[in-house]
């Protein structure tokens, strides 16, 4: 009997996912004769049973195409906003899948998806995730979906920025995706010389990050490039962020709890402006003219790079051999050049951040890149 395959996207779209839907939807239908269905809107599309028919015609032209045909949300199966209230839905999840006779749901996604995946999983359904997302963060894999497009595009911004900031000597601030990872801001600073790179893993000083302007200066430079991850955080910062936490892990009482989870978000919404308020305090300090660009979601948008397209192709066909051999209940991860499955239980719930002795770390230090630190 023909296997029936659905795939969903989930989280934040990036470029590449068409590319891996298209992998596995050709690998299944042309190579290994199984059946293959999309469902619309990640989980929320599973939960409505809102369908796409993955035809050759629909498959076809989409290996360059940016975004995702399924389209995507950010809904999590168990706590999914219907209406006013939030609900477990995985019940209706189940129902879906069995109604279209699944074998396989193979889930497109980043962390978040990673988690909701073993979730479904512990329900008994067989599931196969991708791993996708811009900011490179997911546990056990060198290199996630979408990655280095955005690398590539973070890079090639700070390269036209140098030139705008030395014809104006000036700071010129760019602000990167990577709330918790500071995989690309590290990334596109290495290959686009940026002078101080700020990542969520390093708390900064940012007399420390003045002086090394100032340094600069005296050094003849009068520009200089600032690449700060979204998430960068000052050492006070953090460590007002570490207690509150802590405090909220150490509490016993439910309010409580709440009572500091309202102060952490009130913390992450102040924390918005965080790029542009370092922008005046750098300028402030060093007395050069200062200016932020924020890149944002250019960084996730347009086609994907060749490196994207074969990944995201090759994780795609992988994952239909491995629904051919009835392996289930694995993320797919690339460990030195080669794909293997994970099981979901070590990666859901675990990040992968910029450690200490990170080699690009080193190497970026090493050509005299500023942490901040
Ligand atoms: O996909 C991850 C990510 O790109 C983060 O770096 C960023 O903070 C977040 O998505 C923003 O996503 P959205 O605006 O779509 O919620």
Redesign the pocket.
């Known amino acids: 009997m023909a296997k029936n395959i659905g795939i969903l996207t989930s ?2 779209d ?1 470029p590449g996912l068409n590319a891996a839907i298209r992998g596995i939807g050709r690998a299944a239908q042309d190579y290994f004769k199984m059946n293959v269905i999309g469902f619309r809107d990640g989980f929320r599309g599973l939960v409505q049973d809102r369908t796409l028919t993955l035809d050759s015609g629909l498959l076809s032209g989409i290996l360059t195409l940016g975004g995702t045909i399924l389209g995507t949300s ?1 809904d999590k199966p168990h706590r999914m906003p219907i209406g006013d209230k939030e609900m477990d839905m995985t019940s209706a999840i189940v129902e879906t899948y069995k109604r279209h006779n699944l074998d396989c749901l193979v889930c497109i996604g ?1 962390g978040g998806t990673q988690k909701n995946a073993l979730r479904l999983k512990k329900s008994d359904l067989n599931i196969i995730t991708l791993p996708k ?3 490179n963060d997911i546990a056990k894999t060198d290199i996630t979906i979408g990655f280095n497009t955005a690398l590539g595009i973070a890079t090639e911004a700070i390269d036209r920025l140098h030139s705008t900031a030395t014809s104006h000597h000036r700071i010129i601030v760019v602000e990167v ?3 918790r990872a500071g995989w690309l801001a590290l990334g596109a600073g290495l290959a686009g010389g940026a002078d101080v790179v700020l990542i969520p893993e390093i708390p900064y000083d940012i007399e420390k990050v003045a002086k090394a302007i100032r340094n600069r200066t005296h050094a003849g430079k009068r520009f200089s490039i600032v690449t700060v991850a ?1 998430g960068s955080m000052s050492i006070d910062d953090s460590k007002r962020i570490g207690r509150l936490l802590r405090e909220k892990e150490e509490s016993g009482k439910k309010s409580e709890k709440a009572r500091i989870s309202r102060k952490l978000e009130e913390f992450h919404q102040s924390h918005v402006n965080h790029t542009l308020h370092l922008t005046r305090q750098l300028e402030e300090l060093t007395g050069l003219e200062s200016r932020l660009t924020i890149l944002g ?1 250019l960084q ?1 948008g347009g086609t994907p790079s060749t490196v994207d397209r074969i990944l995201a192709t090759h994780l795609g066909t992988t994952c239909v051999a491995l629904i051919e051999k009835e392996k289930y209940g694995v993320m797919l991860a690339v460990q030195n050049n080669k794909i293997i499955p994970v099981l979901l239980e070590e990666v859901a719930g675990m990040k992968k951040l910029v450690l200490n002795d990170d080699p690009w770390l080193e190497s970026a230090r090493h050509v005299g890149t500023v942490f901040g630190d």
């Open positions: 989280g934040g990036c950010r980043g997302t811009i900011d995706m990577g709330h979204e979601h996730r």
